[in-house]
Structure formats: C-alpha cells, structure tokens
C-alpha cells in the first residue's frame, strides 16, 4: 500500500499496479474468501464434535461450564457461516482445515497425556485456547475479506462470532486464573 502513488506513476494504469505491486483484483479476493470460509466451516464443524469430548475429560466446573457455553455458540456459528454461503451465492461446502485438524489431535494426546483433575483441567484450557486463537486469526481476517468486498451483512455476521470466540477466550484465561493452574501446580509440588 504504501508503494501505491509510486507504482501508479511509475506505470499508468490500474493494471500494472496490480501486477507490480502486489494488488488484487475482487474477484481474487473473493476467491481467497469462499476459500477461507470453506476451511472455517470445516473447522466449526470439527469443533462441534470435539468439544463435546473435552467436557466429558473436564473436571472444574466453571470449566465444563465455560466449554458448554461455547458449544452451543459454535452451533450457532456454524449456522451462520451458512448464512453467509447464502448471501455470496455460493454452496456450503466444508474443505478439511488441517490446522484445526492438527489442534484437534493435540487436544486428544493431551487428554490422554494429562492425569484426570487439576492437570487434564489446565490442558484442556491450553488446547482450547489455541483452537480459539486460530478462530480469533481465521474470522479477523474472513471480516476484513468481507470489508474491502463491500459484504456488509456479511460483515456483521462475522463480527458477531469474532466477538464470541474472543469472549470465549477471555472466559477460559479466568478460569485457568481463578483455580485450576493453582491446583496442577499444587498438586505437581505435593
Ligand atoms: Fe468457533
């Protein structure tokens, strides 16, 4: 961006800009968002069956409660990247994100890794918080796709779930906080 009045002088038309300096026509850009939206609805999808998985390991309540929560918001998601399928004309159709699938398997072997309690409590927050910050990274970015697009309603539906996987991240820092990385601690020592 900050080359742009250079390239454009240097070269005179919009088209030269593009291919010199890295610019990107709509239709790229809208390309690169159903792409991106695919992979997201892969992972929502993903994370509906995985969540239920780390309830079930979970021990703390404020944490089941937490993951419960966030369950029912990741339906929802889901739900509304259809929507979003809807209003840009396009099939809802789900690409295997393999990063979620990797923070997934991950969660699984720290599962299976960490002693029931305090300590598979503390590393389930790590992995779920990990899950949240890529979520957090994806729909950034798919609302600033659907920004420059001119997808206002669109714009909002994302935002809305930005809005929720942030909380959801923040409600899983309290948790760790208020008791369960105490006690892993406490219990590491005795
Ligand atoms: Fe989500």
Redesign the pocket.
Known sequence: MQNKKNTISANGTQEKENATNGGMQSSQLMKLFENELKDIFW??KA?TKAIPKMIKNATSTELVEALTA?LE??KQ?VERLVEVFTIIDKKAIAKKCEAMDGLIKEAGEIMEFCEAGAMCDAGIISAAQKVEHY?IASYGTLRQFASTLGLSDVVSLLET?LE??KE?DARLTEVAESAINVEAAEMEMA
Do not use: D, F, I
Request: proline share 0%.
């Open positions: 992972a929502e994370l966030h918001e990741t998601q979520e779930t929720e996987e959801a």
